[in-house]
């Protein structure tokens, strides 16, 4: 990470959106912009009202827009009633039922495309099925699936019938799966028999099954089986139905449940400072407002686009800005199963070449592993269709954002870094691109009516260009409602008294000259991992649930393409493995154990071996000296508080 600070401070150079963009975009010039900031200064409220009075069709039009009285449980819109689904579907049916609502491309490279009546046909008839299975309004539906049509079908089907859905991530292990559905209380699972990724099976079902098998998972009265790959699976006819069985003679029509804005979309898992994933409550008409009005504002939204965001439905990225702001928005997607160095490196252009994307959507880790596996691919391949790029989950370095202007922008193309998180449901801090002018590193502006600002510990904001805490000020329409099962750690970790009733995000920030804003990383135990959210807790609890394993602390170190390395420094109970067979086998062992028990995403890069760790007098690890040792730097800091200082070279010494 600092390596990236480094480089972002240094960097000055600036790039304005051409002459022919700037005419053309929903938001044109930054006086285009700053009438819209102005609009939400004057009148807060009646910004967000005017808003979602315009891009929202109600079935009963709200009256307040928004209800600060159970701060800092917000509310907007409350007494309004709306479904999501049909603001997705059948908003579209009468002005355009046969546009293309999603193009599927498999991991072995079939197509398959599927018109808006089409879809709201498969929705209404999965929606019915769940219903036959009785599952109603405030159910919990955990779905865990491969990028699929079938995902957004039953995503988009919860939401017809007011059940909260839950998607976890296909890579996350059965034992996440079990914790998830658990802790959702959760009566019906959705899933495939098993995933194709990069020409290879990878079993989902029987994830489940083993999940279900870990117990306290009681409610769980049906598994949906979707069948992907044709892979074997083991029956239990007491739950399981297949996919196809379930939706056999069920009607194409289904009257949307109408609900309060207020109402649960669903709950996402994410992680946080504590071994336990938090379960992310987002609701239904403030955030389907924050996915239309970002794909109108930062992806400057037309009828004719091609929109292609290659997150997975596991993600957030993958709620906003696949399953519902491009449908909402009447858009055609692109929707990807496989993995972009598959056959090689090449598959992203060739796909943008082949499907006519004119705005595509990735993570810096991804433009990072592509520029190392074929920086100059880009060139074989027509990317002419493509007229706007952008960036989400962590900072992107000057150096990537530079080739992807350059190699598959060709220069022509803005770029919006945007920067949001699992609990703000959309973007807050981005370009507008027709707008304002770029800096490679920086995410540059807030939204209009999102009130960013940097503070210090008492929650004032800093001067100048110092670093600080990044908050938003008020309360936005798209924001997390609260942790599912846990109001006391929503209120505490995101609303702390010092914050004086801002909302703390967690990351540390700084602004230029010019405001742009700089994300530096996050402030609390939280690693960033090829994008993804891991807890430094959740990995040491998975290591110390190991038998041979008595204490453990993980840091991160910069890691060229994943952002982010996780290095773990461990206590056995046992003696210390001396040799290098040995040692190699113990770090083996206890990489794939962690793989494990969370997912292939939380594997360490790096395991060390002391007699105990760094620790003051009052026991506390001390993490700062063991960030130092994982990057290899001299330890400055002040070491006197420590109570065992010989600790120190010996874990510098330990081999890998
Ligand atoms: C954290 C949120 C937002 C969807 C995907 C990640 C980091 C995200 C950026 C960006 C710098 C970024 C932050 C944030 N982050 N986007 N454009 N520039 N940092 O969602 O898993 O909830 O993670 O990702 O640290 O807090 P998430």
């Given at each position: 990470?600092?390596?990236?600070?480094?480089?972002?401070?240094?960097?000055?150079?600036?790039?304005?959106?051409?002459?022919?963009?700037?005419?053309?975009?929903?938001?044109?010039?930054?006086?285009?912009?700053?009438?819209?900031?102005?609009?939400?200064?004057?009148?807060?409220?009646?910004?967000?009202?005017?808003?979602?009075?315009?891009?929202?069709?109600?079935?009963?039009?709200?009256?307040?827009?928004?209800?600060?009285?159970?701060?800092?449980?917000?509310?907007?819109?409350?007494?309004?009633?709306?479904?999501?689904?049909?603001?997705?579907?059948?908003?579209?049916?009468a002005t355009q039922p046969e546009k293309t609502a999603l193009i599927f491309e498999a991991d072995d490279g079939k197509i398959t495309r599927i018109t808006y009546r089409e879809l709201h046909a498969r929705v209404c008839q999965f929606a019915n099925a769940l219903k036959s299975r009785n599952i109603k309004k405030g159910d919990r539906v955990v779905i865990y699936m491969p990028m699929s049509i079938e995902v957004v079908v039953a995503m988009?089907?919860?939401?017809?019938?007011?059940?909260?859905?839950?998607?976890?991530?296909?890579?996350?292990?059965?034992?996440?799966?079990?914790?998830?559905?658990?802790?959702?209380?959760?009566?019906?699972?959705?899933?495939?028999?098993?995933?194709?990724?990069?020409?290879?099976?990878?079993?989902?079902?029987?994830?489940?099954?083993?999940?279900?098998?870990?117990?306290?998972?009681?409610?769980?009265?049906?598994?949906?089986?979707?069948?992907?790959?044709?892979?074997?699976?083991?029956?239990?006819?007491?739950?399981?139905?297949?996919?196809?069985?379930?939706?056999?003679?069920?009607?194409?029509?289904?009257?949307?449940?109408?609900?309060?804005?207020?109402?649960?979309?669903?709950?996402?898992?994410?992680?946080?400072?504590?071994?336990?994933?938090?379960?992310?409550?987002?609701?239904?008409?403030?955030?389907?407002?924050?996915?239309?009005?970002?794909?109108?504002?930062?992806?400057?939204?037309?009828?004719?686009?091609?929109?292609?965001?290659?997150?997975?439905?596991?993600?957030?990225?993958?709620?906003?800005?696949?399953?519902?702001?491009?449908?909402?928005?009447?858009?055609?997607?692109?929707?990807?199963?496989?993995?972009?160095?598959?056959?090689?490196?090449?598959?992203?252009?060739?796909?943008?070449?082949?499907?006519?994307?004119?705005?595509?959507?990735?993570?810096?880790?991804?433009?990072?592993?592509?520029?190392?596996?074929g920086g100059e691919l880009p060139k074989q391949y027509d990317l002419s269709s493509l007229r706007l790029l952008g960036t989400v989950g962590e900072p992107i370095n000057p150096e990537a954002w530079m080739w992807y202007y350059t190699m598959v922008g060709q220069s022509r193309c803005p770029i919006v870094d945007t920067w949001w998180q699992t609990e703000t449901g959309c973007h807050m801090i981005s370009p507008l691109p027709g707008a304002?002018?770029?800096?490679?590193?920086?995410?540059?502006?807030?939204?209009?009516?999102?009130?960013?600002?940097?503070?210090?510990?008492?929650?004032?904001?800093?001067?100048?260009?110092?670093?600080?805490?990044?908050?938003?000020?008020?309360?936005?329409?798209?924001?997390?409602?609260?942790?599912?099962?846990?109001?006391?750690?929503?209120?505490?970790?995101?609303?702390?008294?010092?914050?004086?009733?801002?909302?703390?995000?967690?990351?540390?920030?700084?602004?230029?000259?010019?405001?742009?804003?700089?994300?530096?990383?996050?402030?609390?135990?939280?690693?960033?991992?090829?994008?993804?959210?891991?807890?430094?807790?959740?990995?040491?609890?998975?290591?110390?649930?190991?038998?041979?394993?008595?204490?453990?602390?993980?840091?991160?170190?910069?890691?060229?393409?994943?952002?982010?390395?996780?290095?773990?420094?461990?206590?056995?109970?046992?003696?210390?493995?001396?040799?290098?067979?040995?040692?190699?086998?113990?770090?083996?062992?206890?990489?794939?154990?962690?793989?494990?028990?969370?997912?292939?995403?939380?594997?360490?890069?790096?395991?060390?071996?002391?007699?105990?760790?760094?620790?003051?007098?009052?026991?506390?690890?001390?993490?700062?000296?063991?960030?130092?040792?994982?990057?290899?730097?001299?330890?400055?800091?002040?070491?006197?508080?420590?109570?065992?200082?010989?600790?120190?070279?010996?874990?510098?010494?330990?081999?890998?």
């Amino acid at each position: 990470m600092s390596n990236n600070i480094d480089s972002v401070l240094n960097e000055t150079r600036v790039f304005h959106p051409s002459d022919a963009f700037m005419r053309q975009a929903n938001v044109s010039g930054m006086a285009g912009y700053r009438a819209l900031r102005q609009e939400a200064e004057r009148d807060y409220e009646g910004f967000w009202a005017r808003l979602a009075r315009e891009n929202i069709v109600w079935h009963k039009l709200f009256h307040t827009a928004l209800d600060e009285s159970k701060a800092p449980f917000f509310q907007w819109f409350a007494d309004g009633e709306l479904n999501v689904s049909w603001n997705c579907l059948d908003k579209h049916l009468a002005t355009q039922p046969e546009k293309t609502a999603l193009i599927f491309e498999a991991d072995d490279g079939k197509i398959t495309r599927i018109t808006y009546r089409e879809l709201h046909a498969r929705v209404c008839q999965f929606a019915n099925a769940l219903k036959s299975r009785n599952i109603k309004k405030g159910d919990r539906v955990v779905i865990y699936m491969p990028m699929s049509i079938e995902v957004v079908v039953a995503m988009q089907a919860c939401a017809r019938i007011g059940a909260i859905h839950s998607v976890v991530f296909g890579g996350f292990s059965s034992k996440s799966l079990n914790e998830r559905i658990e802790d959702a209380q959760a009566c019906a699972v959705i899933t495939a028999d098993a995933q194709m990724r990069g020409g290879k099976v990878m079993p989902l079902k029987s994830a489940v099954d083993e999940a279900l098998a870990m117990g306290r998972c009681d409610a769980v009265h049906s598994v949906i089986v979707y069948r992907r790959a044709g892979s074997e699976v083991q029956w239990n006819s007491r739950l399981d139905v297949w996919w196809h069985d379930a939706i056999a003679g069920q009607a194409l029509t289904c009257e949307p449940e109408w609900v309060s804005a207020e109402h649960p979309l669903f709950i996402l898992y994410t992680s946080g400072s504590t071994g336990k994933p938090k379960g992310v409550q987002h609701s239904s008409g403030g955030y389907l407002l924050g996915a239309i009005v970002t794909m109108q504002w930062v992806f400057d939204y037309k009828p004719d686009d091609i929109f292609w965001c290659t997150a997975d439905v596991g993600w957030v990225t993958g709620h906003s800005y696949v399953t519902y702001g491009p449908l909402a928005v009447g858009g055609t997607e692109v929707i990807f199963e496989g993995i972009p160095t598959y056959p090689d490196a090449g598959r992203f252009w060739k796909m943008i070449q082949q499907h006519k994307a004119t705005i595509f959507y990735t993570a810096p880790t991804a433009i990072r592993s592509l520029i190392k596996l074929g920086g100059e691919l880009p060139k074989q391949y027509d990317l002419s269709s493509l007229r706007l790029l952008g960036t989400v989950g962590e900072p992107i370095n000057p150096e990537a954002w530079m080739w992807y202007y350059t190699m598959v922008g060709q220069s022509r193309c803005p770029i919006v870094d945007t920067w949001w998180q699992t609990e703000t449901g959309c973007h807050m801090i981005s370009p507008l691109p027709g707008a304002m002018p770029t800096k490679p590193g920086s995410c540059t502006l807030p939204l209009p009516g999102i009130m960013a600002a940097i503070v210090d510990e008492a929650g004032n904001e800093v001067p100048g260009n110092q670093g600080g805490f990044l908050v938003i000020q008020r309360p936005f329409p798209s924001q997390i409602r609260t942790i599912w099962g846990d109001p006391e750690r929503f209120r505490n970790g995101y609303f702390p008294k010092e914050m004086r009733g801002a909302y703390l995000a967690g990351d540390s920030s700084h602004r230029d000259a010019d405001g742009y804003f700089w994300i530096m990383g996050r402030i609390d135990d939280v690693l960033k991992v090829s994008g993804h959210r891991l807890g430094t807790m959740e990995i040491e609890s998975a290591l110390v649930s190991n038998p041979l394993v008595a204490e453990a602390a993980v840091v991160g170190r910069p890691h060229e393409i994943k952002g982010e390395a996780i290095v773990a420094f461990v206590v056995l109970k046992g003696t210390r493995p001396q040799d290098t067979a040995a040692i190699k086998k113990t770090v083996e062992d206890l990489r794939n154990w962690v793989s494990k028990e969370l997912g292939p995403i939380a594997k360490p890069d790096d395991i060390r071996f002391g007699d105990n760790l760094p620790k003051t007098r009052s026991g506390q690890i001390m993490r700062r000296l063991l960030r130092a040792i994982a990057t290899g730097e001299e330890i400055t800091q002040d070491i006197s508080t420590l109570e065992n200082p010989a600790i120190l070279e010996q874990l510098k010494q330990a081999i890998k």
